[in-house]
Structure formats: structure tokens, C-alpha cells
């Protein structure tokens, strides 16, 4: 084993949406020889706490602290939430001399000013699975940041991009087993599940095509299926998990005519999300 790496959830929003970047991206560490485990801040009766007693314990050999929003997304509050994370970037570096890397789509939507925001000197742009293990390597070795794709990183006064890369996802399975989906789903009453990365679409609103490429990068489905029966059999049967909508102008975002997905969708939970919003908006 190489090491241990801490994945952080900075994000204390409520309600609590799951860390699924992280519960991915713990996949990729272990698969390449790390030990990945999340401190997760969201389910913290008290998060300063939380992080001094995990840092007391043991030295990581690198902090991943995911950033999945710079603001709060609701127009009459409009609340900047860099503040707490640079707060706890602070705290961080009182315990831990630990390289710090940024990540996460928030992060990625202007890595450059985040970077400088944060005081910090590495960031991942979009897929952190393939970029976080090399950069570790790098950090380990001979430190030629420069060959770490998706990396922002600052050499004085510059911040520099390394190129974009945006990997096959087809042939990508997850064990869910990183972090605590069942409190998750207890607490928000949602499992998230990705099907997809990037999409071709220009919405002004969304930050997916920034953050994760403009080509639609598709899971298998059997895959998804599996992960959906993984959750499924976590969680217990609730009638919010899935939904898989026909509308053509909504084909981006499901799965709709995949039978191998809809066969494991109707043998267990059949989700309303999406629906429940269509149907408010349609009054």
C-alpha cells in the first residue's frame, strides 16, 4: 500500500447531498495502490472537531478537498461559500503539512481564481480519477507537474493549466463503499448516481460542459444497473430512487430507452425527482 490519502467534504449545505465525486474518486485511489478515506465534514456534529481528531490520529500523504459549489445556486440569499472553505483550509494547515488539493465542480468552474481565493497551490479541473493517483506519483517522485492532465497549478507567480483530458467512462464500475450513502439518503432522501460525464449543450445556467467537457462521455449501462442494485440493496426499497424519462429533449440526461437499466429499474425502485418537478412547474 502506498499511503494514505484524506478525501474532504467541505460542503455543509443542507440538506446534505452525498460526496459521489468522492465515493468515485476513492475508487480510483485504492485501485491504484492508496488507502483513500473521507472525512466527511456534511455528517459532523461539529466539523472543526471532526478534522482535528482525524489529523491527530496520522499524517495522510495528501488532502483532496472537494469544492462542489462557490455559492449557495438560490437568488435571495446569493451566499458565497469560499470564505468557510478558505477558513478551513486555514485549520488545515495547522494540522497537517500535507500537500492540499482542490477539486470538485464548483472548483472547476474558474480553477484559476479559486486557486488564488484559497491560497492554494494545486487543483484538479474536472475528472479527478485518472489525475489524482498521477499527480500523487509526481508529488512522490521526480515532480514534473507538467505531465499531470487536469492539474491548475502555481510555479511563483503564475497559475498554470496543464491540458484538459476527458476519459472513456464505458468500462468504469464503482463500489459505493467510501462513503455513507444510507445516512445520505436518510438525511436528504436522495442517491446520486452518475450515467454520464460533459455534455455538448451551452445552458447558460450550467456548469457541466465547463467542469466535465463538452462530449457526452456515457457509463455502460450494465454497469450503472449495478451500481443502481448496489444502492438499492444499501439503501432498502424507497419509491424516490430512479427515474428514466422518454422526452426526446430530456434523452441527455437518462438512460430512457435502455432496457437493460429499465429492467433493473421496474425489478426495484422507480424515482420521482424529476417527474415531482415538472409536475410543480406544471402546476
Not at 466527511?40 to 481528531?53: S, T, V, W
Not at 484538459?164 to 464505458?170: G, V
Not at 430530456?250 to 429499474?265: F, P
Request: aromatic share 8%; hydrophobic share 40%; net charge negative.
Amino acid at each position: 500500500m502506498k499511503g494514505k490519502v484524506c478525501l474532504i467534504n467541505a460542503n455543509l449545505m443542507r440538506p446534505p447531498i452525498g460526496p459521489i465525486g468522492l465515493d468515485y474518486l476513492a475508487d480510483a485511489l485504492a485501485a491504484a495502490g492508496y488507502a483513500p478515506e473521507v472525512l466527511d465534514l456534511a455528517l459532523a456534529a461539529d466539523p472543526e472537531a471532526a478534522l482535528r481528531g482525524y489529523f491527530a490520529a496520522g499524517e495522510p500523504l495528501a488532502v483532496g478537498l472537494t469544492i462542489r459549489n462557490t455559492d449557495d445556486c438560490y437568488f435571495p440569499s446569493g451566499d458565497f461559500l469560499l470564505p468557510e472553505v478558505r477558513r478551513l483550509i486555514g485549520l488545515l494547515r495547522e494540522v497537517t503539512s500535507a500537500p492540499i488539493v482542490a477539486g470538485g465542480v464548483g472548483f472547476s468552474t474558474n480553477p484559476e481564481a479559486a486557486l488564488e481565493y484559497l491560497g492554494l497551490e494545486l487543483g484538479i479541473r474536472g475528472d479527478g480519477e485518472h489525475a489524482l493517483p498521477r499527480l500523487l506519483s509526481e508529488l512522490a517522485g521526480d515532480r514534473e507537474l507538467e505531465r499531470v492532465p487536469n492539474l491548475v497549478w502555481s510555479r511563483g507567480e503564475r497559475v498554470i493549466r496543464n491540458r484538459a483530458a476527458y476519459p472513456s467512462l464505458k468500462n468504469t464500475a464503482h463500489s459505493r463503499a467510501f462513503v455513507d450513502n444510507i445516512t445520505y439518503f436518510r438525511l436528504g432522501g436522495m442517491g446520486g448516481i452518475e450515467t454520464k460525464r460533459g455534455c455538448p449543450g451551452r445552458c447558460a445556467y450550467c456548469a457541466d460542459p465547463v467542469a466535465q467537457g463538452r462530449r457526452s462521455r456515457p457509463r455502460h449501462p450494465g454497469l450503472v444497473a449495478d451500481e443502481v442494485e448496489r444502492l438499492q440493496q444499501a439503501i432498502g426499497r424507497d419509491e424516490r430512487f430512479f427515474l428514466g424519462l422518454r422526452e426526446e429533449s430530456e434523452a441527455n440526461y437518462n438512460y430512457n430507452d435502455n432496457e437493460v437499466l429499465e429492467r433493473a429499474i421496474a425489478g426495484g425502485m422507480r424515482g420521482a425527482y424529476w417527474d415531482i418537478l415538472r409536475r410543480l412547474a406544471e402546476g
